[in-house]
């Protein structure tokens, strides 16, 4: 499976979100998407799953444009675990799951009860089949998240697409989620607000700026001290983590930093 987005713009209502988008998924690569609030990061993440389509440019899964694709073949190619995903209605957790097969199933046809396949593996890789009758309302938080990426693996789908994975949850629950998508080997496309996890998970990242994306390429290249200053607001050191030897960042706020906008020139707000 591979994800393409050329030149997309969108906008909602008559306001412009993003422009002139450019951004790939290759195969079993995991794709992290970052940028200061309001950037139009979920906003572009809504476009591959159509929940919006562009005004300008071209979404393609497979080389297919999505907006010629019915919502149920995008569903069968793209799997989606959203930002407050938790239904409403207190399911149990094999009830969330079997939703995962809605795009494979015919009109009132139901998994529960069956022993389906894809929702016991999907149960079992995320370790939650001894609490498949449990109401999603007892789980912790990091539980319930793995119950949603659970109902995405039961989608079957190449691509998972993951949105704001980690709010809300403790250090331990967030690494562990986010180590379970690396352990998957899908294309995935991610967006995250830790740029530390995003530099450890993601072979690639993009970077949104005021709706634009300003920066592509390995963590390491594209999470630059000027770029991070540029963007986010704050100053940053690259060090190297002592256990992974990849990537760590350290932030201080920007008033922090030395004053040298004097020698420097203007700095981009």
Known sequence: MRLSLSGVGVRIGSVPIVADCDLTVEDGERVGL???????????????????????????LSGDDVTTLGQREVARRAALVAQDSTPNFDFTVEEVVAMGRGPWLR??????????????????????ADHRSRRLSTLSGGERQRALVARALAQESPLLLLDEP???LDVY????????????GRATLCVLHDLNLAATYCDRLY????????????????????????????????LTHPATGGLLLAFSPRRAAPRRDAADGPVAR
């Open 207 to 238: 970077v949104l700026h005021r709706g634009r994306i300003v920066a592509g390429g390995p963590p390491a290249e594209v999470l630059t001290p000027e770029l991070v200053r540029t963007v986010f607001g704050v100053t940053c050191t690259h």
């Open 166 to 168: 980690t709010n809300h």
């Open 34 to 60: 970052v940028g200061p609030n309001g950037s139009g990061k979920t906003t572009l993440l809504r476009t591959v799953y159509r929940a919006l389509d562009p005004f300008a440019g071209r979404v393609a």
């Open 107 to 128: 009109t009132f046809e139901s998994t529960i009860g069956r022993g389906d396949g894809p929702i016991t593996a999907a149960l079992e890789r995320v370790r939650l």
């Open 173 to 184: 629950a967030a690494l562990e989620l986010l180590e379970l998508v690396r352990d998957l």
